[in-house]
């Protein structure tokens, strides 16, 4: 689901997370982009993976929810070992972080923990506002 979601954005664009501009035209360059591509497919697969595309966009299932926070958690953790360099370089606060990933703290308390401390700890670090 993952990489279906990736393979979409390869295509559309990644729009960085905190981008509000990006982020109005986002779902439609996405979709397009996945019309496109799974187009090319057989019915059968062109149908499969728009499903799954579909699903981990709508992340309604616990299958979507997890692979969601795989999603949230990667580019969290790539800043924090860059000591928080895409932080600085938007000028990113501690809140924006925390209210990009608080919708799936209620996947894992394990997951929340790890988010939390290492959002806390950017902010002690200041790499965050």
Not at 100 to 123: C, G, H, M, Q
Request: aromatic share 12%.
């Amino acid at each position: 689901m993952v990489l279906i979601h990736d393979i979409v954005e390869i295509d559309a664009g990644d729009t960085y997370c905190y981008d509000t501009e990006g982020y109005k035209t986002k779902a439609d360059r996405e979709e397009k982009a996945a019309q496109r591509i799974f187009g090319m497919l057989p019915d059968d697969q062109k149908e499969e993976m728009y499903r799954l595309w579909r699903e981990f966009e709508d992340s309604e299932t616990d299958d979507a929810r997890f692979a969601a926070v795989l999603d949230r958690v990667q580019p969290l953790l790539l800043n924090y070992t860059k000591g928080g360099i895409s932080w600085n370089e938007h000028g990113i606060f501690k809140e924006q972080v925390l209210g990009r990933n608080e919708a799936y703290f209620d996947v894992a308390d394990n997951i929340t923990e790890l988010i939390t401390s290492i959002i806390n700890d950017a902010y002690d670090k200041g790499w965050l506002k």
